[in-house]
């Protein structure tokens, strides 16, 4: 049974009464009339509103009249000779329309006109919005003119698609049953809800996963039913649907986005999907916006390091660079720094890939280089639009590294990622990209560098009695310390799912530029131990030691410093 059989089965009763009682108080059927047909409806097991039709004492455009009016909705006549758009018609597929009865008849700009016989339908519109990607406009017709357009359309309009690729079509239709909406859905609900920043869906020889990464770590999803390796194809081609992407094209990756909101927040989906040996792979980023809250004061960065961090963002130029790995959390620290300067005397331009955040105000580009819309190509662009504050989504090469500069030294502030382990090495790295070191010294005025640990769960913690005074030593302790230190893990409660910890938080170095290190930058034989030496005479303090001190209040496991914080 699908889902809109489903909702018939709940509904009917309610808007057959509804119906009744609108024909009895508008005087449109007698008390006796209404009493006959009830005992014929009763004898013949057909519903009352049939049996009205049947006896004479009502007719369909009088019960569509009415439907109309209570659901405050427009009524249309389509009779055999109203014009259907095919173009309306095209925009949904066959099996959706006729299990749905939601008959799509015209097309106004970015609206979508549809027609239906019975409320239960209107269960079904949103759907229609998410797969068209349009407005909805809903109007009542009768039941005979919508199934008699229903009978035509499947006997005509589709002849052309049903004689198309079978696996095709199946796939398609497969996608829009009740049971892999409901599971798609549910899955996409389940981890926001669980706070999962990614799931994975992988298909092998003879099985298939799925993942999710929770605080950073992936574990698989019990699935003891089996039930993605046996609707794979048809869970695929759901989440196509929803990103609006090619469900035919398995050739090649496509690349998506999906809008959900679930208890009044918004989430964005990036949706990406590869093609494998046994099937096309499946990965969503989920990016929860109401979760983050683009405040540089609420990002954890300890008093003395945000001081320093807030004074280069409020400088009129310079560069600001935020570096470290994939999924450490810079999109967050450049977004809060943007959002502190985000006023209405100054105009912010950002270059991205992808746009991972909105911000009102700012121009936001996305950066598409299989159309020849690159970084650098932005950055020449931006320099022409009057802007005071940039933001580069990373300094990919040495073009776009220039160009950077170039408006640093003009006047503008910049703000950019790096992937380097630490902020001393992004000077080296920068040299390496073959930046020349007086233009460094010239246009560099911060790096932060970052990471993202779990939290230890505060409703299991307690006491680590694993851990060993050679292994605190080895990570950094001195062998007195060690002693004294006391160490702590979560282990495992049904508020943290087992694992021992519940959520995030970041841990950041913050590296000013001084003239020492500009001075050790220009004398052309410069390391990132040597910086780092220099930046700690200012108060720069490291990833590594930022760890231990939140490992000595508890704040911190050994292990979750290891899997995070030691440079391998």
């Known amino acids: 049974m699908h889902q809109w059989e489903y909702c018939l089965v709940d509904r009917t009763d309610a808007i057959t009464r509804t119906i009744c009682a609108l024909l009895l108080e508008k005087g449109q059927v007698t008390e006796e009339e209404y009493r006959h047909a009830l005992a014929e409806s009763s004898e013949g097991g057909v519903d009352i509103i049939e049996s009205l039709l049947k006896l004479g004492y009502t007719t369909e455009e009088i019960v569509a009249d009415d439907l109309s009016e209570s659901y405050g909705l427009e009524r249309i006549d389509l009779a055999p000779d109203a014009q259907i758009l095919r173009e309306a018609v095209n925009q949904l597929p066959q099996k959706f329309v006729q299990e749905s009865k939601i008959l799509p008849f015209n097309v106004d700009g970015n609206t979508l006109q549809v027609a239906i016989s019975d409320p239960t339908a209107l269960g079904s519109i949103n759907t229609v919005r998410v797969i068209t990607g349009k407005q909805v406009s809903t109007f009542f017709t009768t039941f005979s003119q919508l199934h008699s357009w229903l009978s035509f359309l499947k006997q ?5 698609k049903e004689s198309g690729p079978k696996k095709e079509v ?5 996608a829009y049953r009740g049971e892999n909406i409901d599971y798609v859905n549910l899955l996409i609900r389940n981890a926001i809800n669980k706070r999962v920043s990614d799931i994975h869906i992988e298909p092998y020889k003879a099985t298939a996963r799925v993942r999710l990464r929770l605080d950073g770590v992936m574990s698989t999803l019990d699935d003891k039913e089996n039930f993605i390796f046996n609707h794979y194809p048809a869970v695929v081609a759901r989440l196509k649907i929803l990103a609006g992407l090619d469900i035919a094209e398995r050739r090649l990756p496509q690349d998506g986005a999906i809008s959900f909101r679930i208890q009044g927040r918004d989430v964005d989906i990036r949706l990406s999907i590869l093609p494998t040996t046994y099937g096309e792979r499946v990965v969503m980023r989920i990016l929860d916006h109401t979760a983050f809250k683009m405040d540089l004061d609420a990002l954890g960065i300890p008093d003395e390091d945000l001081v320093i961090l807030k004074r280069a963002v409020d400088a009129p130029q310079g560069i600001v660079l935020v570096t470290g790995p994939t999924g450490s959390g810079k999109s967050s620290t450049l977004y809060s720094a943007l959002n502190r300067v985000n006023r209405e005397d100054i105009n912010i331009l950002t270059a991205e890939d992808p746009v991972e955040y909105t911000l009102e105000g700012a121009g936001q580009v996305q950066i598409k280089e299989d159309i020849g819309l690159t970084f650098s190509g932005a950055l020449r662009s931006f320099l022409r639009q009057d802007p005071e504050v940039i933001l580069v989504g990373e300094m990919r090469d040495q073009e776009t590294a220039e160009i950077a500069i170039k408006s640093a030294l003009t006047g503008h502030l910049v703000l950019s990622t790096l992937h380097t382990n630490d902020a001393p090495s992004t000077i ?9 070191p007086y233009l460094i010294t010239a246009s560099l005025s911060l790096v932060v560098a970052q990471r993202l640990v779990r939290r230890i769960c505060e409703t299991c913690v307690g006491p680590d009695q694993s851990i060993t005074q050679e292994l605190l030593t080895s990570i950094g302790f ?7 230190v006391e160490v702590v893990r979560g282990r495992g409660c049904k508020a943290c799912h087992q694992t021992g910890y519940r959520g995030r938080r970041a841990v950041f170095e913050v590296m000013e530029i001084t003239d020492e290190i500009r001075r050790i930058i220009l004398s052309g034989h410069s390391s990132s131990t040597e910086i780092a030496d220099s930046a700690r005479q200012n108060g720069y303090v490291s ?3 930022r760890g ?3 490992i000595r209040k508890g704040s911190l496991t050994v292990e979750e410093y290891e899997r995070v914080l030691v440079l391998r």
Not at 170 to 174: G, L, N, T
Not at 428 to 436: A, S
């Open 156 to 160: 005509e309009e589709w002849q052309a």
């Open 478 to 484: 001195s062998s007195e310390e060690s002693e004294q």
């Open 543 to 545: 990833l590594q030691e």
């Open 548 to 550: 231990l001190d939140l």
């Open 170 to 174: 199946a796939d398609e239709e497969e």
């Open 428 to 436: 080296i790295r920068l040299v390496n990209m073959g930046i020349e």
